[in-house]
């Protein structure tokens, strides 16, 4: 079963701070996706990353795949209390037969105004 | 927009009873998945299904089962329910792999969840 690591698993800063969250894992995947889930909500696609050392952004919101198609991040610039939420990577396996996702048991994020 | 609809967002029920939990997309998606999610395990994949009739079982299966009569349809099932299932309950879909694409994007679309207490 491959595992996707997320750290760190809380974070709570100011609104206005940086911010980067990490998702590793030893095994390589074809794509990887970042979700948020917002309390009470199901987890919504923020995006998909597929081709390693990719860099995408979404307003504030900045993602990259390593190089090894291992590992992504995600960093936050200016933090919003709009951006609380649990942020979730979810792995496709390389080569896979079956369709499932593996999922990062999430990071928790609270930004404070 | 994909549009996944889970049946309830907040169910109790006592132990023993058996309870159903309904999800429908609408999207004509080949997979449906059904998870649980709890503080500190995340999500754990319970049951998934890619095609009418078709079930398989993910990580934790036991005191489940699925019902997938219809595409647009997937029903997890609790036989007895039992306290230790209070969970919130997550449904997704997704599009069968297409393999003649050189990169499959796989994404997976979630209802709103259903939050189950059993007492």
């Known amino acids: 079963t491959q595992l996707l690591e997320q750290s760190p698993q809380f974070l709570s800063i100011q609104e206005g701070e940086n911010l980067t969250v990490y998702c590793n894992s030893s095994s390589v995947f074809s794509s990887l996706q970042w979700y948020r889930q917002e309390p009470g909500e199901g987890p919504v696609l923020l995006v998909t990353?597929?081709?390693?050392?990719e860099v995408k952004k979404l307003k504030r919101l900045t993602f990259q795949f390593g190089d090894a198609r291992k590992d992504s991040s995600l960093h936050i610039t200016a933090a919003q209390p709009g951006d609380t939420g649990l942020y979730l990577c979810?792995?496709?396996?390389?080569?896979?037969?079956?369709?499932?996702?593996?999922f990062g048991k999430g990071t928790h994020l609270i930004i404070q105004p | 927009d994909v549009k996944v609809t889970q049946s309830s967002r907040y169910l109790v029920k006592r132990t023993g009873e058996k309870v159903f939990l309904e999800c429908v997309q609408d999207m004509d998606h080949e997979n449906m998945f059904w998870y649980r999610q709890d503080p500190g395990l995340g999500l754990r994949l319970i049951y998934f299904s890619y095609d009418v009739k078709m079930k398989e079982k993910g990580d934790i299966p036991e005191g489940y089962s699925v019902s997938r009569e219809k595409k647009e349809r997937f029903s997890l099932i609790l036989e007895s329910a039992s306290t230790n299932q209070t969970s919130m309950y997550l449904c997704?879909?997704?599009?069968?792999?297409?393999?003649?694409?050189?990169?499959?994007?796989?994404?997976?679309?979630f209802g709103a969840g259903t939050r189950l207490s059993v007492l």
């Open positions: 990353v597929v081709t390693g050392g």
């Open positions: 997704a879909s997704s599009l069968r792999r297409q393999l003649t694409l050189e990169i499959a994007k796989n994404i997976q679309y």
């Open positions: 979810a792995g496709d396996e390389i080569g896979g037969g079956a369709d499932g996702l593996t």
